[in-house]
């Protein structure tokens, strides 16, 4: 039984290989307080405290967030060890992912 390719992860993962991907709370902060971020994912598996903060903070700054795959997951479709945030700073690759989020909930 093969499970068959997450279309979002791979998205996330051209993301990081075009260097379009931010990872970690400190620079995923960074990016979403300075306007580069254009979609922030935060791990289905990050603390109560982690996800707060960061919907509070895109709420503010008005970048749109997502929770999505646990944090090995989400780090290792990024090329990194486990991440609970990864922000997107590609404008149309934050679109693509978006999409495909919207696919898999359709």
């Keep these: 039984m093969s499970q068959k390719p997450d279309k979002v992860l ?4 051209i993301s990081a290989k075009a260097g379009k991907v931010v990872s970690g709370e400190f620079a995923t902060e960074n990016a ?12 289905t598996d990050a603390s109560a405290n982690t996800q707060k903060k960061f919907r509070d903070m895109c709420s503010f700054y008005e970048v749109p967030i997502a929770a999505y795959a646990d944090k090995d997951t989400l780090g290792r479709c990024i090329g990194k ?3 609970s945030s990864v922000a997107v700073t590609d404008e149309k690759l934050a679109e693509a992912v978006c999409k495909k989020m919207d696919d898999r909930n359709e």
Excluded: E, P, Q
């Excluded at 791979?10 to 993962?13: A, F, K, Q, V």
């Excluded at 979403?32 to 791990?43: E, N, P, R």
């Design 81 to 83: 060890d486990y991440r």
């Design 32 to 43: 979403v307080k300075s306007g580069t971020a254009f979609l922030v994912i935060i791990a």
């Design 10 to 13: 791979s998205m996330l993962s």
